[in-house]
């Protein structure tokens, strides 16, 4: 949901809410001052003109009024902060029906609300077996306003429910809820915003403040890791090594001191931070395949190594994940006018990838036929 009635002073910014008869309006004050002997005439093709330009163009201004809203929201989501949309009212219907029929009252099935906007739907399935039956139900809408609905009222089926001779709420509706309005969102907001720090603390901290800097195109931080202290990750406490690389080539020695001093700079003095080099594999891959009729073998060969390097490329590939022979295979089998791989190698039966290295298709190597 969009922040469709911002209010625009909360914002510091104005809003344009013109109706078409304003605009219109508008629109016939200007002529009138610009041509003074000129009348408007109801029907006429001027007026008619005016009267269509100025319904085009308030559906214009109510959406451009409504760009700053949308835009808000979406930044507000990416961090983590959503609206409340409201919940239903929920309840009980209890259905009599003549004789003792045995019917059922499915899940979804809808009832209409006597003197209400909102409907009602099953949230379960029932099985009547008697002459009475109650079944859960949910307001098909949400509010606090449903709130007021009581027992007795009466519902009635949208689709008929064979030998009904009764339907009414058994319960109070209860638990709806409206949907937060746009200063109760906005104060959330600017409440997750206060804990905003610009210090780094958790590994996604440092990882995403090297991702910020336009010459890092990869980054993993390691955590509890000293790059030059062999031991693995997770035995270094107080340590932590953030491995970067940049467009298809490593970044440069004063891009990555200049990097390093600037994370040291924003993180706790008692944490040992260094930046490193992540390092690509070349994982070369050797590939007999069988093709479909009427495919050419040098643009099949093209194809296959195009989405072999859009899978595993310095772009894509991830960190410490190893390339498996049958990831490989569904990959080529994948591209069309490939029937089947009959063979494939690579450098061993796992092409092993370590937590600072990511895998790079090198060399193909294919036999078609």
């Not at 009581?150 to 209860?174: F, I, K, M, R, S």
Request: hydrophobic content about 40%.
């Amino acid at each position: 949901m969009a922040l469709r009635d911002l209010d625009s002073t909360y914002l510091g910014v104005s809003v344009d809410d013109r109706d078409p008869q304003e605009v219109f309006s508008s629109m016939l004050t200007l002529a009138e001052t610009r041509l003074p002997q000129w009348e408007p005439r109801n029907g006429a093709l001027e007026t008619v003109i005016m009267e269509a330009a100025a319904v085009g163009m308030s559906d214009l201004v109510y959406a451009a009024n409504r760009v700053l809203g949308a835009l808000v929201e979406g930044v507000i989501n990416l961090y983590g902060v959503t609206r409340d949309e409201g919940s239903p009212a929920t309840g009980t219907v209890r259905l009599t029906l003549t004789g003792s029929p045995t019917t059922t009252i499915d899940e979804g099935t809808l009832f209409r609300i006597e003197d209400a906007d909102s409907m009602l739907v099953a949230t379960e399935t029932v099985t009547v077996t008697g002459s009475t039956v109650d079944v859960a139900v949910a307001t098909t809408d949400t509010g606090g306003y449903l709130n007021a609905i009581t027992a007795g009222t009466a519902c009635d089926p949208v689709v008929a429910v064979p030998h009904l001779a009764n339907c009414v709420l058994h319960t109070d509706l209860n638990g709806g809820a409206d949907a937060e309005d746009d200063l109760a969102f906005l104060t959330r907001a600017a409440t997750r915003f206060a804990r905003v720090t610009s210090s780094l603390v958790v590994p996604e901290h440092f990882t995403a403040y090297a991702l910020e800097q336009p010459y890092v195109k990869r980054a993993v931080a390691v955590d509890q890791y000293d790059h030059d202290g062999g031991n693995d990750p997770g035995d270094d406490d107080g340590f932590l090594t953030v491995y970067v690389y940049g467009s298809g080539a490593a970044i440069s020695t004063d891009e990555k001191n200049e990097l390093e001093a600037a994370m040291q700079a924003q993180c706790a003095s008692i944490l040992t931070m260094t930046v490193e080099h992540a390092t690509p594999v070349s994982v070369n891959v050797t590939a007999a395949v069988t093709k479909s009729a009427g495919y050419d073998d040098a643009e099949l060969e093209a194809a296959i190594e195009d989405a072999l390097a859009s899978v595993w490329s310095w772009q894509t590939s991830g960190f410490g994940a190893d390339v498996e022979p049958l990831d490989v295979q569904a990959v080529i089998e994948s591209v069309p006018g490939v029937d089947s791989v009959t063979s494939l190698t690579l450098p061993s039966t796992t092409a092993t990838v370590d937590f600072d290295e990511f895998a790079v298709i090198g060399t193909v190597a294919l036999t078609i036929t």
